[in-house]
C-alpha cells in the first residue's frame, strides 16, 4: 500500500481527491491537511509514502512545505497538483525536492500513476513544461519574495517590518530590490509580474 497524505485549503477539492484516490487498492489516503503548516504536523505524525500538495494554500505554501519536508528524517516524497503551468513554480518546486509535479487539468488516471511512479523512486513532470522550466531564473531571494507578497496583498510596510520582525527600512529595500528585479513600476506591479511568473 502507498500512503498518501493531501495537503489541499479547499475542502471540497480534497475530499475529492481523497475518494478519487481511494478508488485504487494500493492507495491508502491516510490524512488530509488544510493548510501548510498543518500539513508539516501531519507529516511527522503520519508518516506517509507521498505527500500530495497544492501550491497555494495558508501557513506555508506547497513550496515552502516541500523544502520543510525534505528536512525531515523521514521524508516523503512530494507530488505538487496545481493548476500552475508556470515555469517559475516548477523551478521552485525541482529545488525543493519536488518529485512530481501534475496539473489539477491531467485526467485523473494519470494521478494516480504519478504517485506509483514517484514512490517507486521515479520523477513524474511534463517534459515540455521541465523544459521550459530551465529558461528564466528566479531573480528574487527568499525573503524578497515573502516581502513582495505581502506587500502584493495590500499590506503596508509598517506591518510587513511587525510580521516578520524587520526593520521599515530594511523591508523598503527588499521591495526595492524586488521592484527593480521584476521590472515592475510599483510594488503592485513588481507583485503582479512575479506571481505571473511562478516566483511568489
Given amino acids: ?77 512530494v507530488v505538487i497538483l496545481t493548476t500552475f503551468a508556470r515555469r517559475g513554480y516548477l523551478r521552485r518546486a525541482l529545488d525543493a525536492g519536488v518529485v512530481g509535479y501534475v496539473l489539477k487539468d491531467a485526467p485523473s488516471s494519470h494521478l494516480a500513476d504519478a504517485i506509483r511512479r514517484v514512490h517507486a523512486g521515479h ?12 529558461g528564466e531564473a528566479d531573480p528574487l531571494s527568499d525573503r524578497e519574495r515573502q516581502v513582495l507578497r505581502l506587500a502584493g496583498g495590500g499590506r503596508r510596510g509598517a506591518d510587513i517590518a511587525a510580521e516578520l520582525r524587520l526593520s521599515e527600512g530594511t523591508v523598503r529595500n527588499y521591495l526595492s530590490e524586488a521592484i527593480n528585479k521584476t521590472g515592475g513600476r510599483n510594488r503592485v506591479d513588481a507583485a503582479r509580474i512575479a506571481r505571473d511568473k511562478g516566483w511568489l
Avoid: C, F
Wanted: net charge negative; hydrophobic share 55%.
Fill in 1 to 77: 500500500m502507498i500512503r498518501v497524505l493531501i495537503a489541499e485549503d479547499q475542502v471540497m477539492v480534497a475530499g475529492a481527491l481523497a475518494a478519487l484516490l481511494g478508488n485504487h487498492a494500493d492507495i491508502d489516503v491516510v490524512g488530509t491537511a488544510y493548510d501548510g503548516n498543518e500539513a508539516l504536523t501531519a507529516v511527522r505524525t503520519l508518516k506517509p509514502d507521498v505527500l500530495l500538495t497544492d501550491i497555494e494554500m495558508p501557513g506555508l505554501s506547497g513550496l515552502e512545505l516541500a523544502a520543510a519536508v525534505r528536512l525531515e528524517p523521514v521524508a516523503p516524497r
Fill in 123 to 134: 520523477r513524474v513532470i511534463d517534459g515540455e513544461l521541465a523544459a521550459d522550466a530551465w
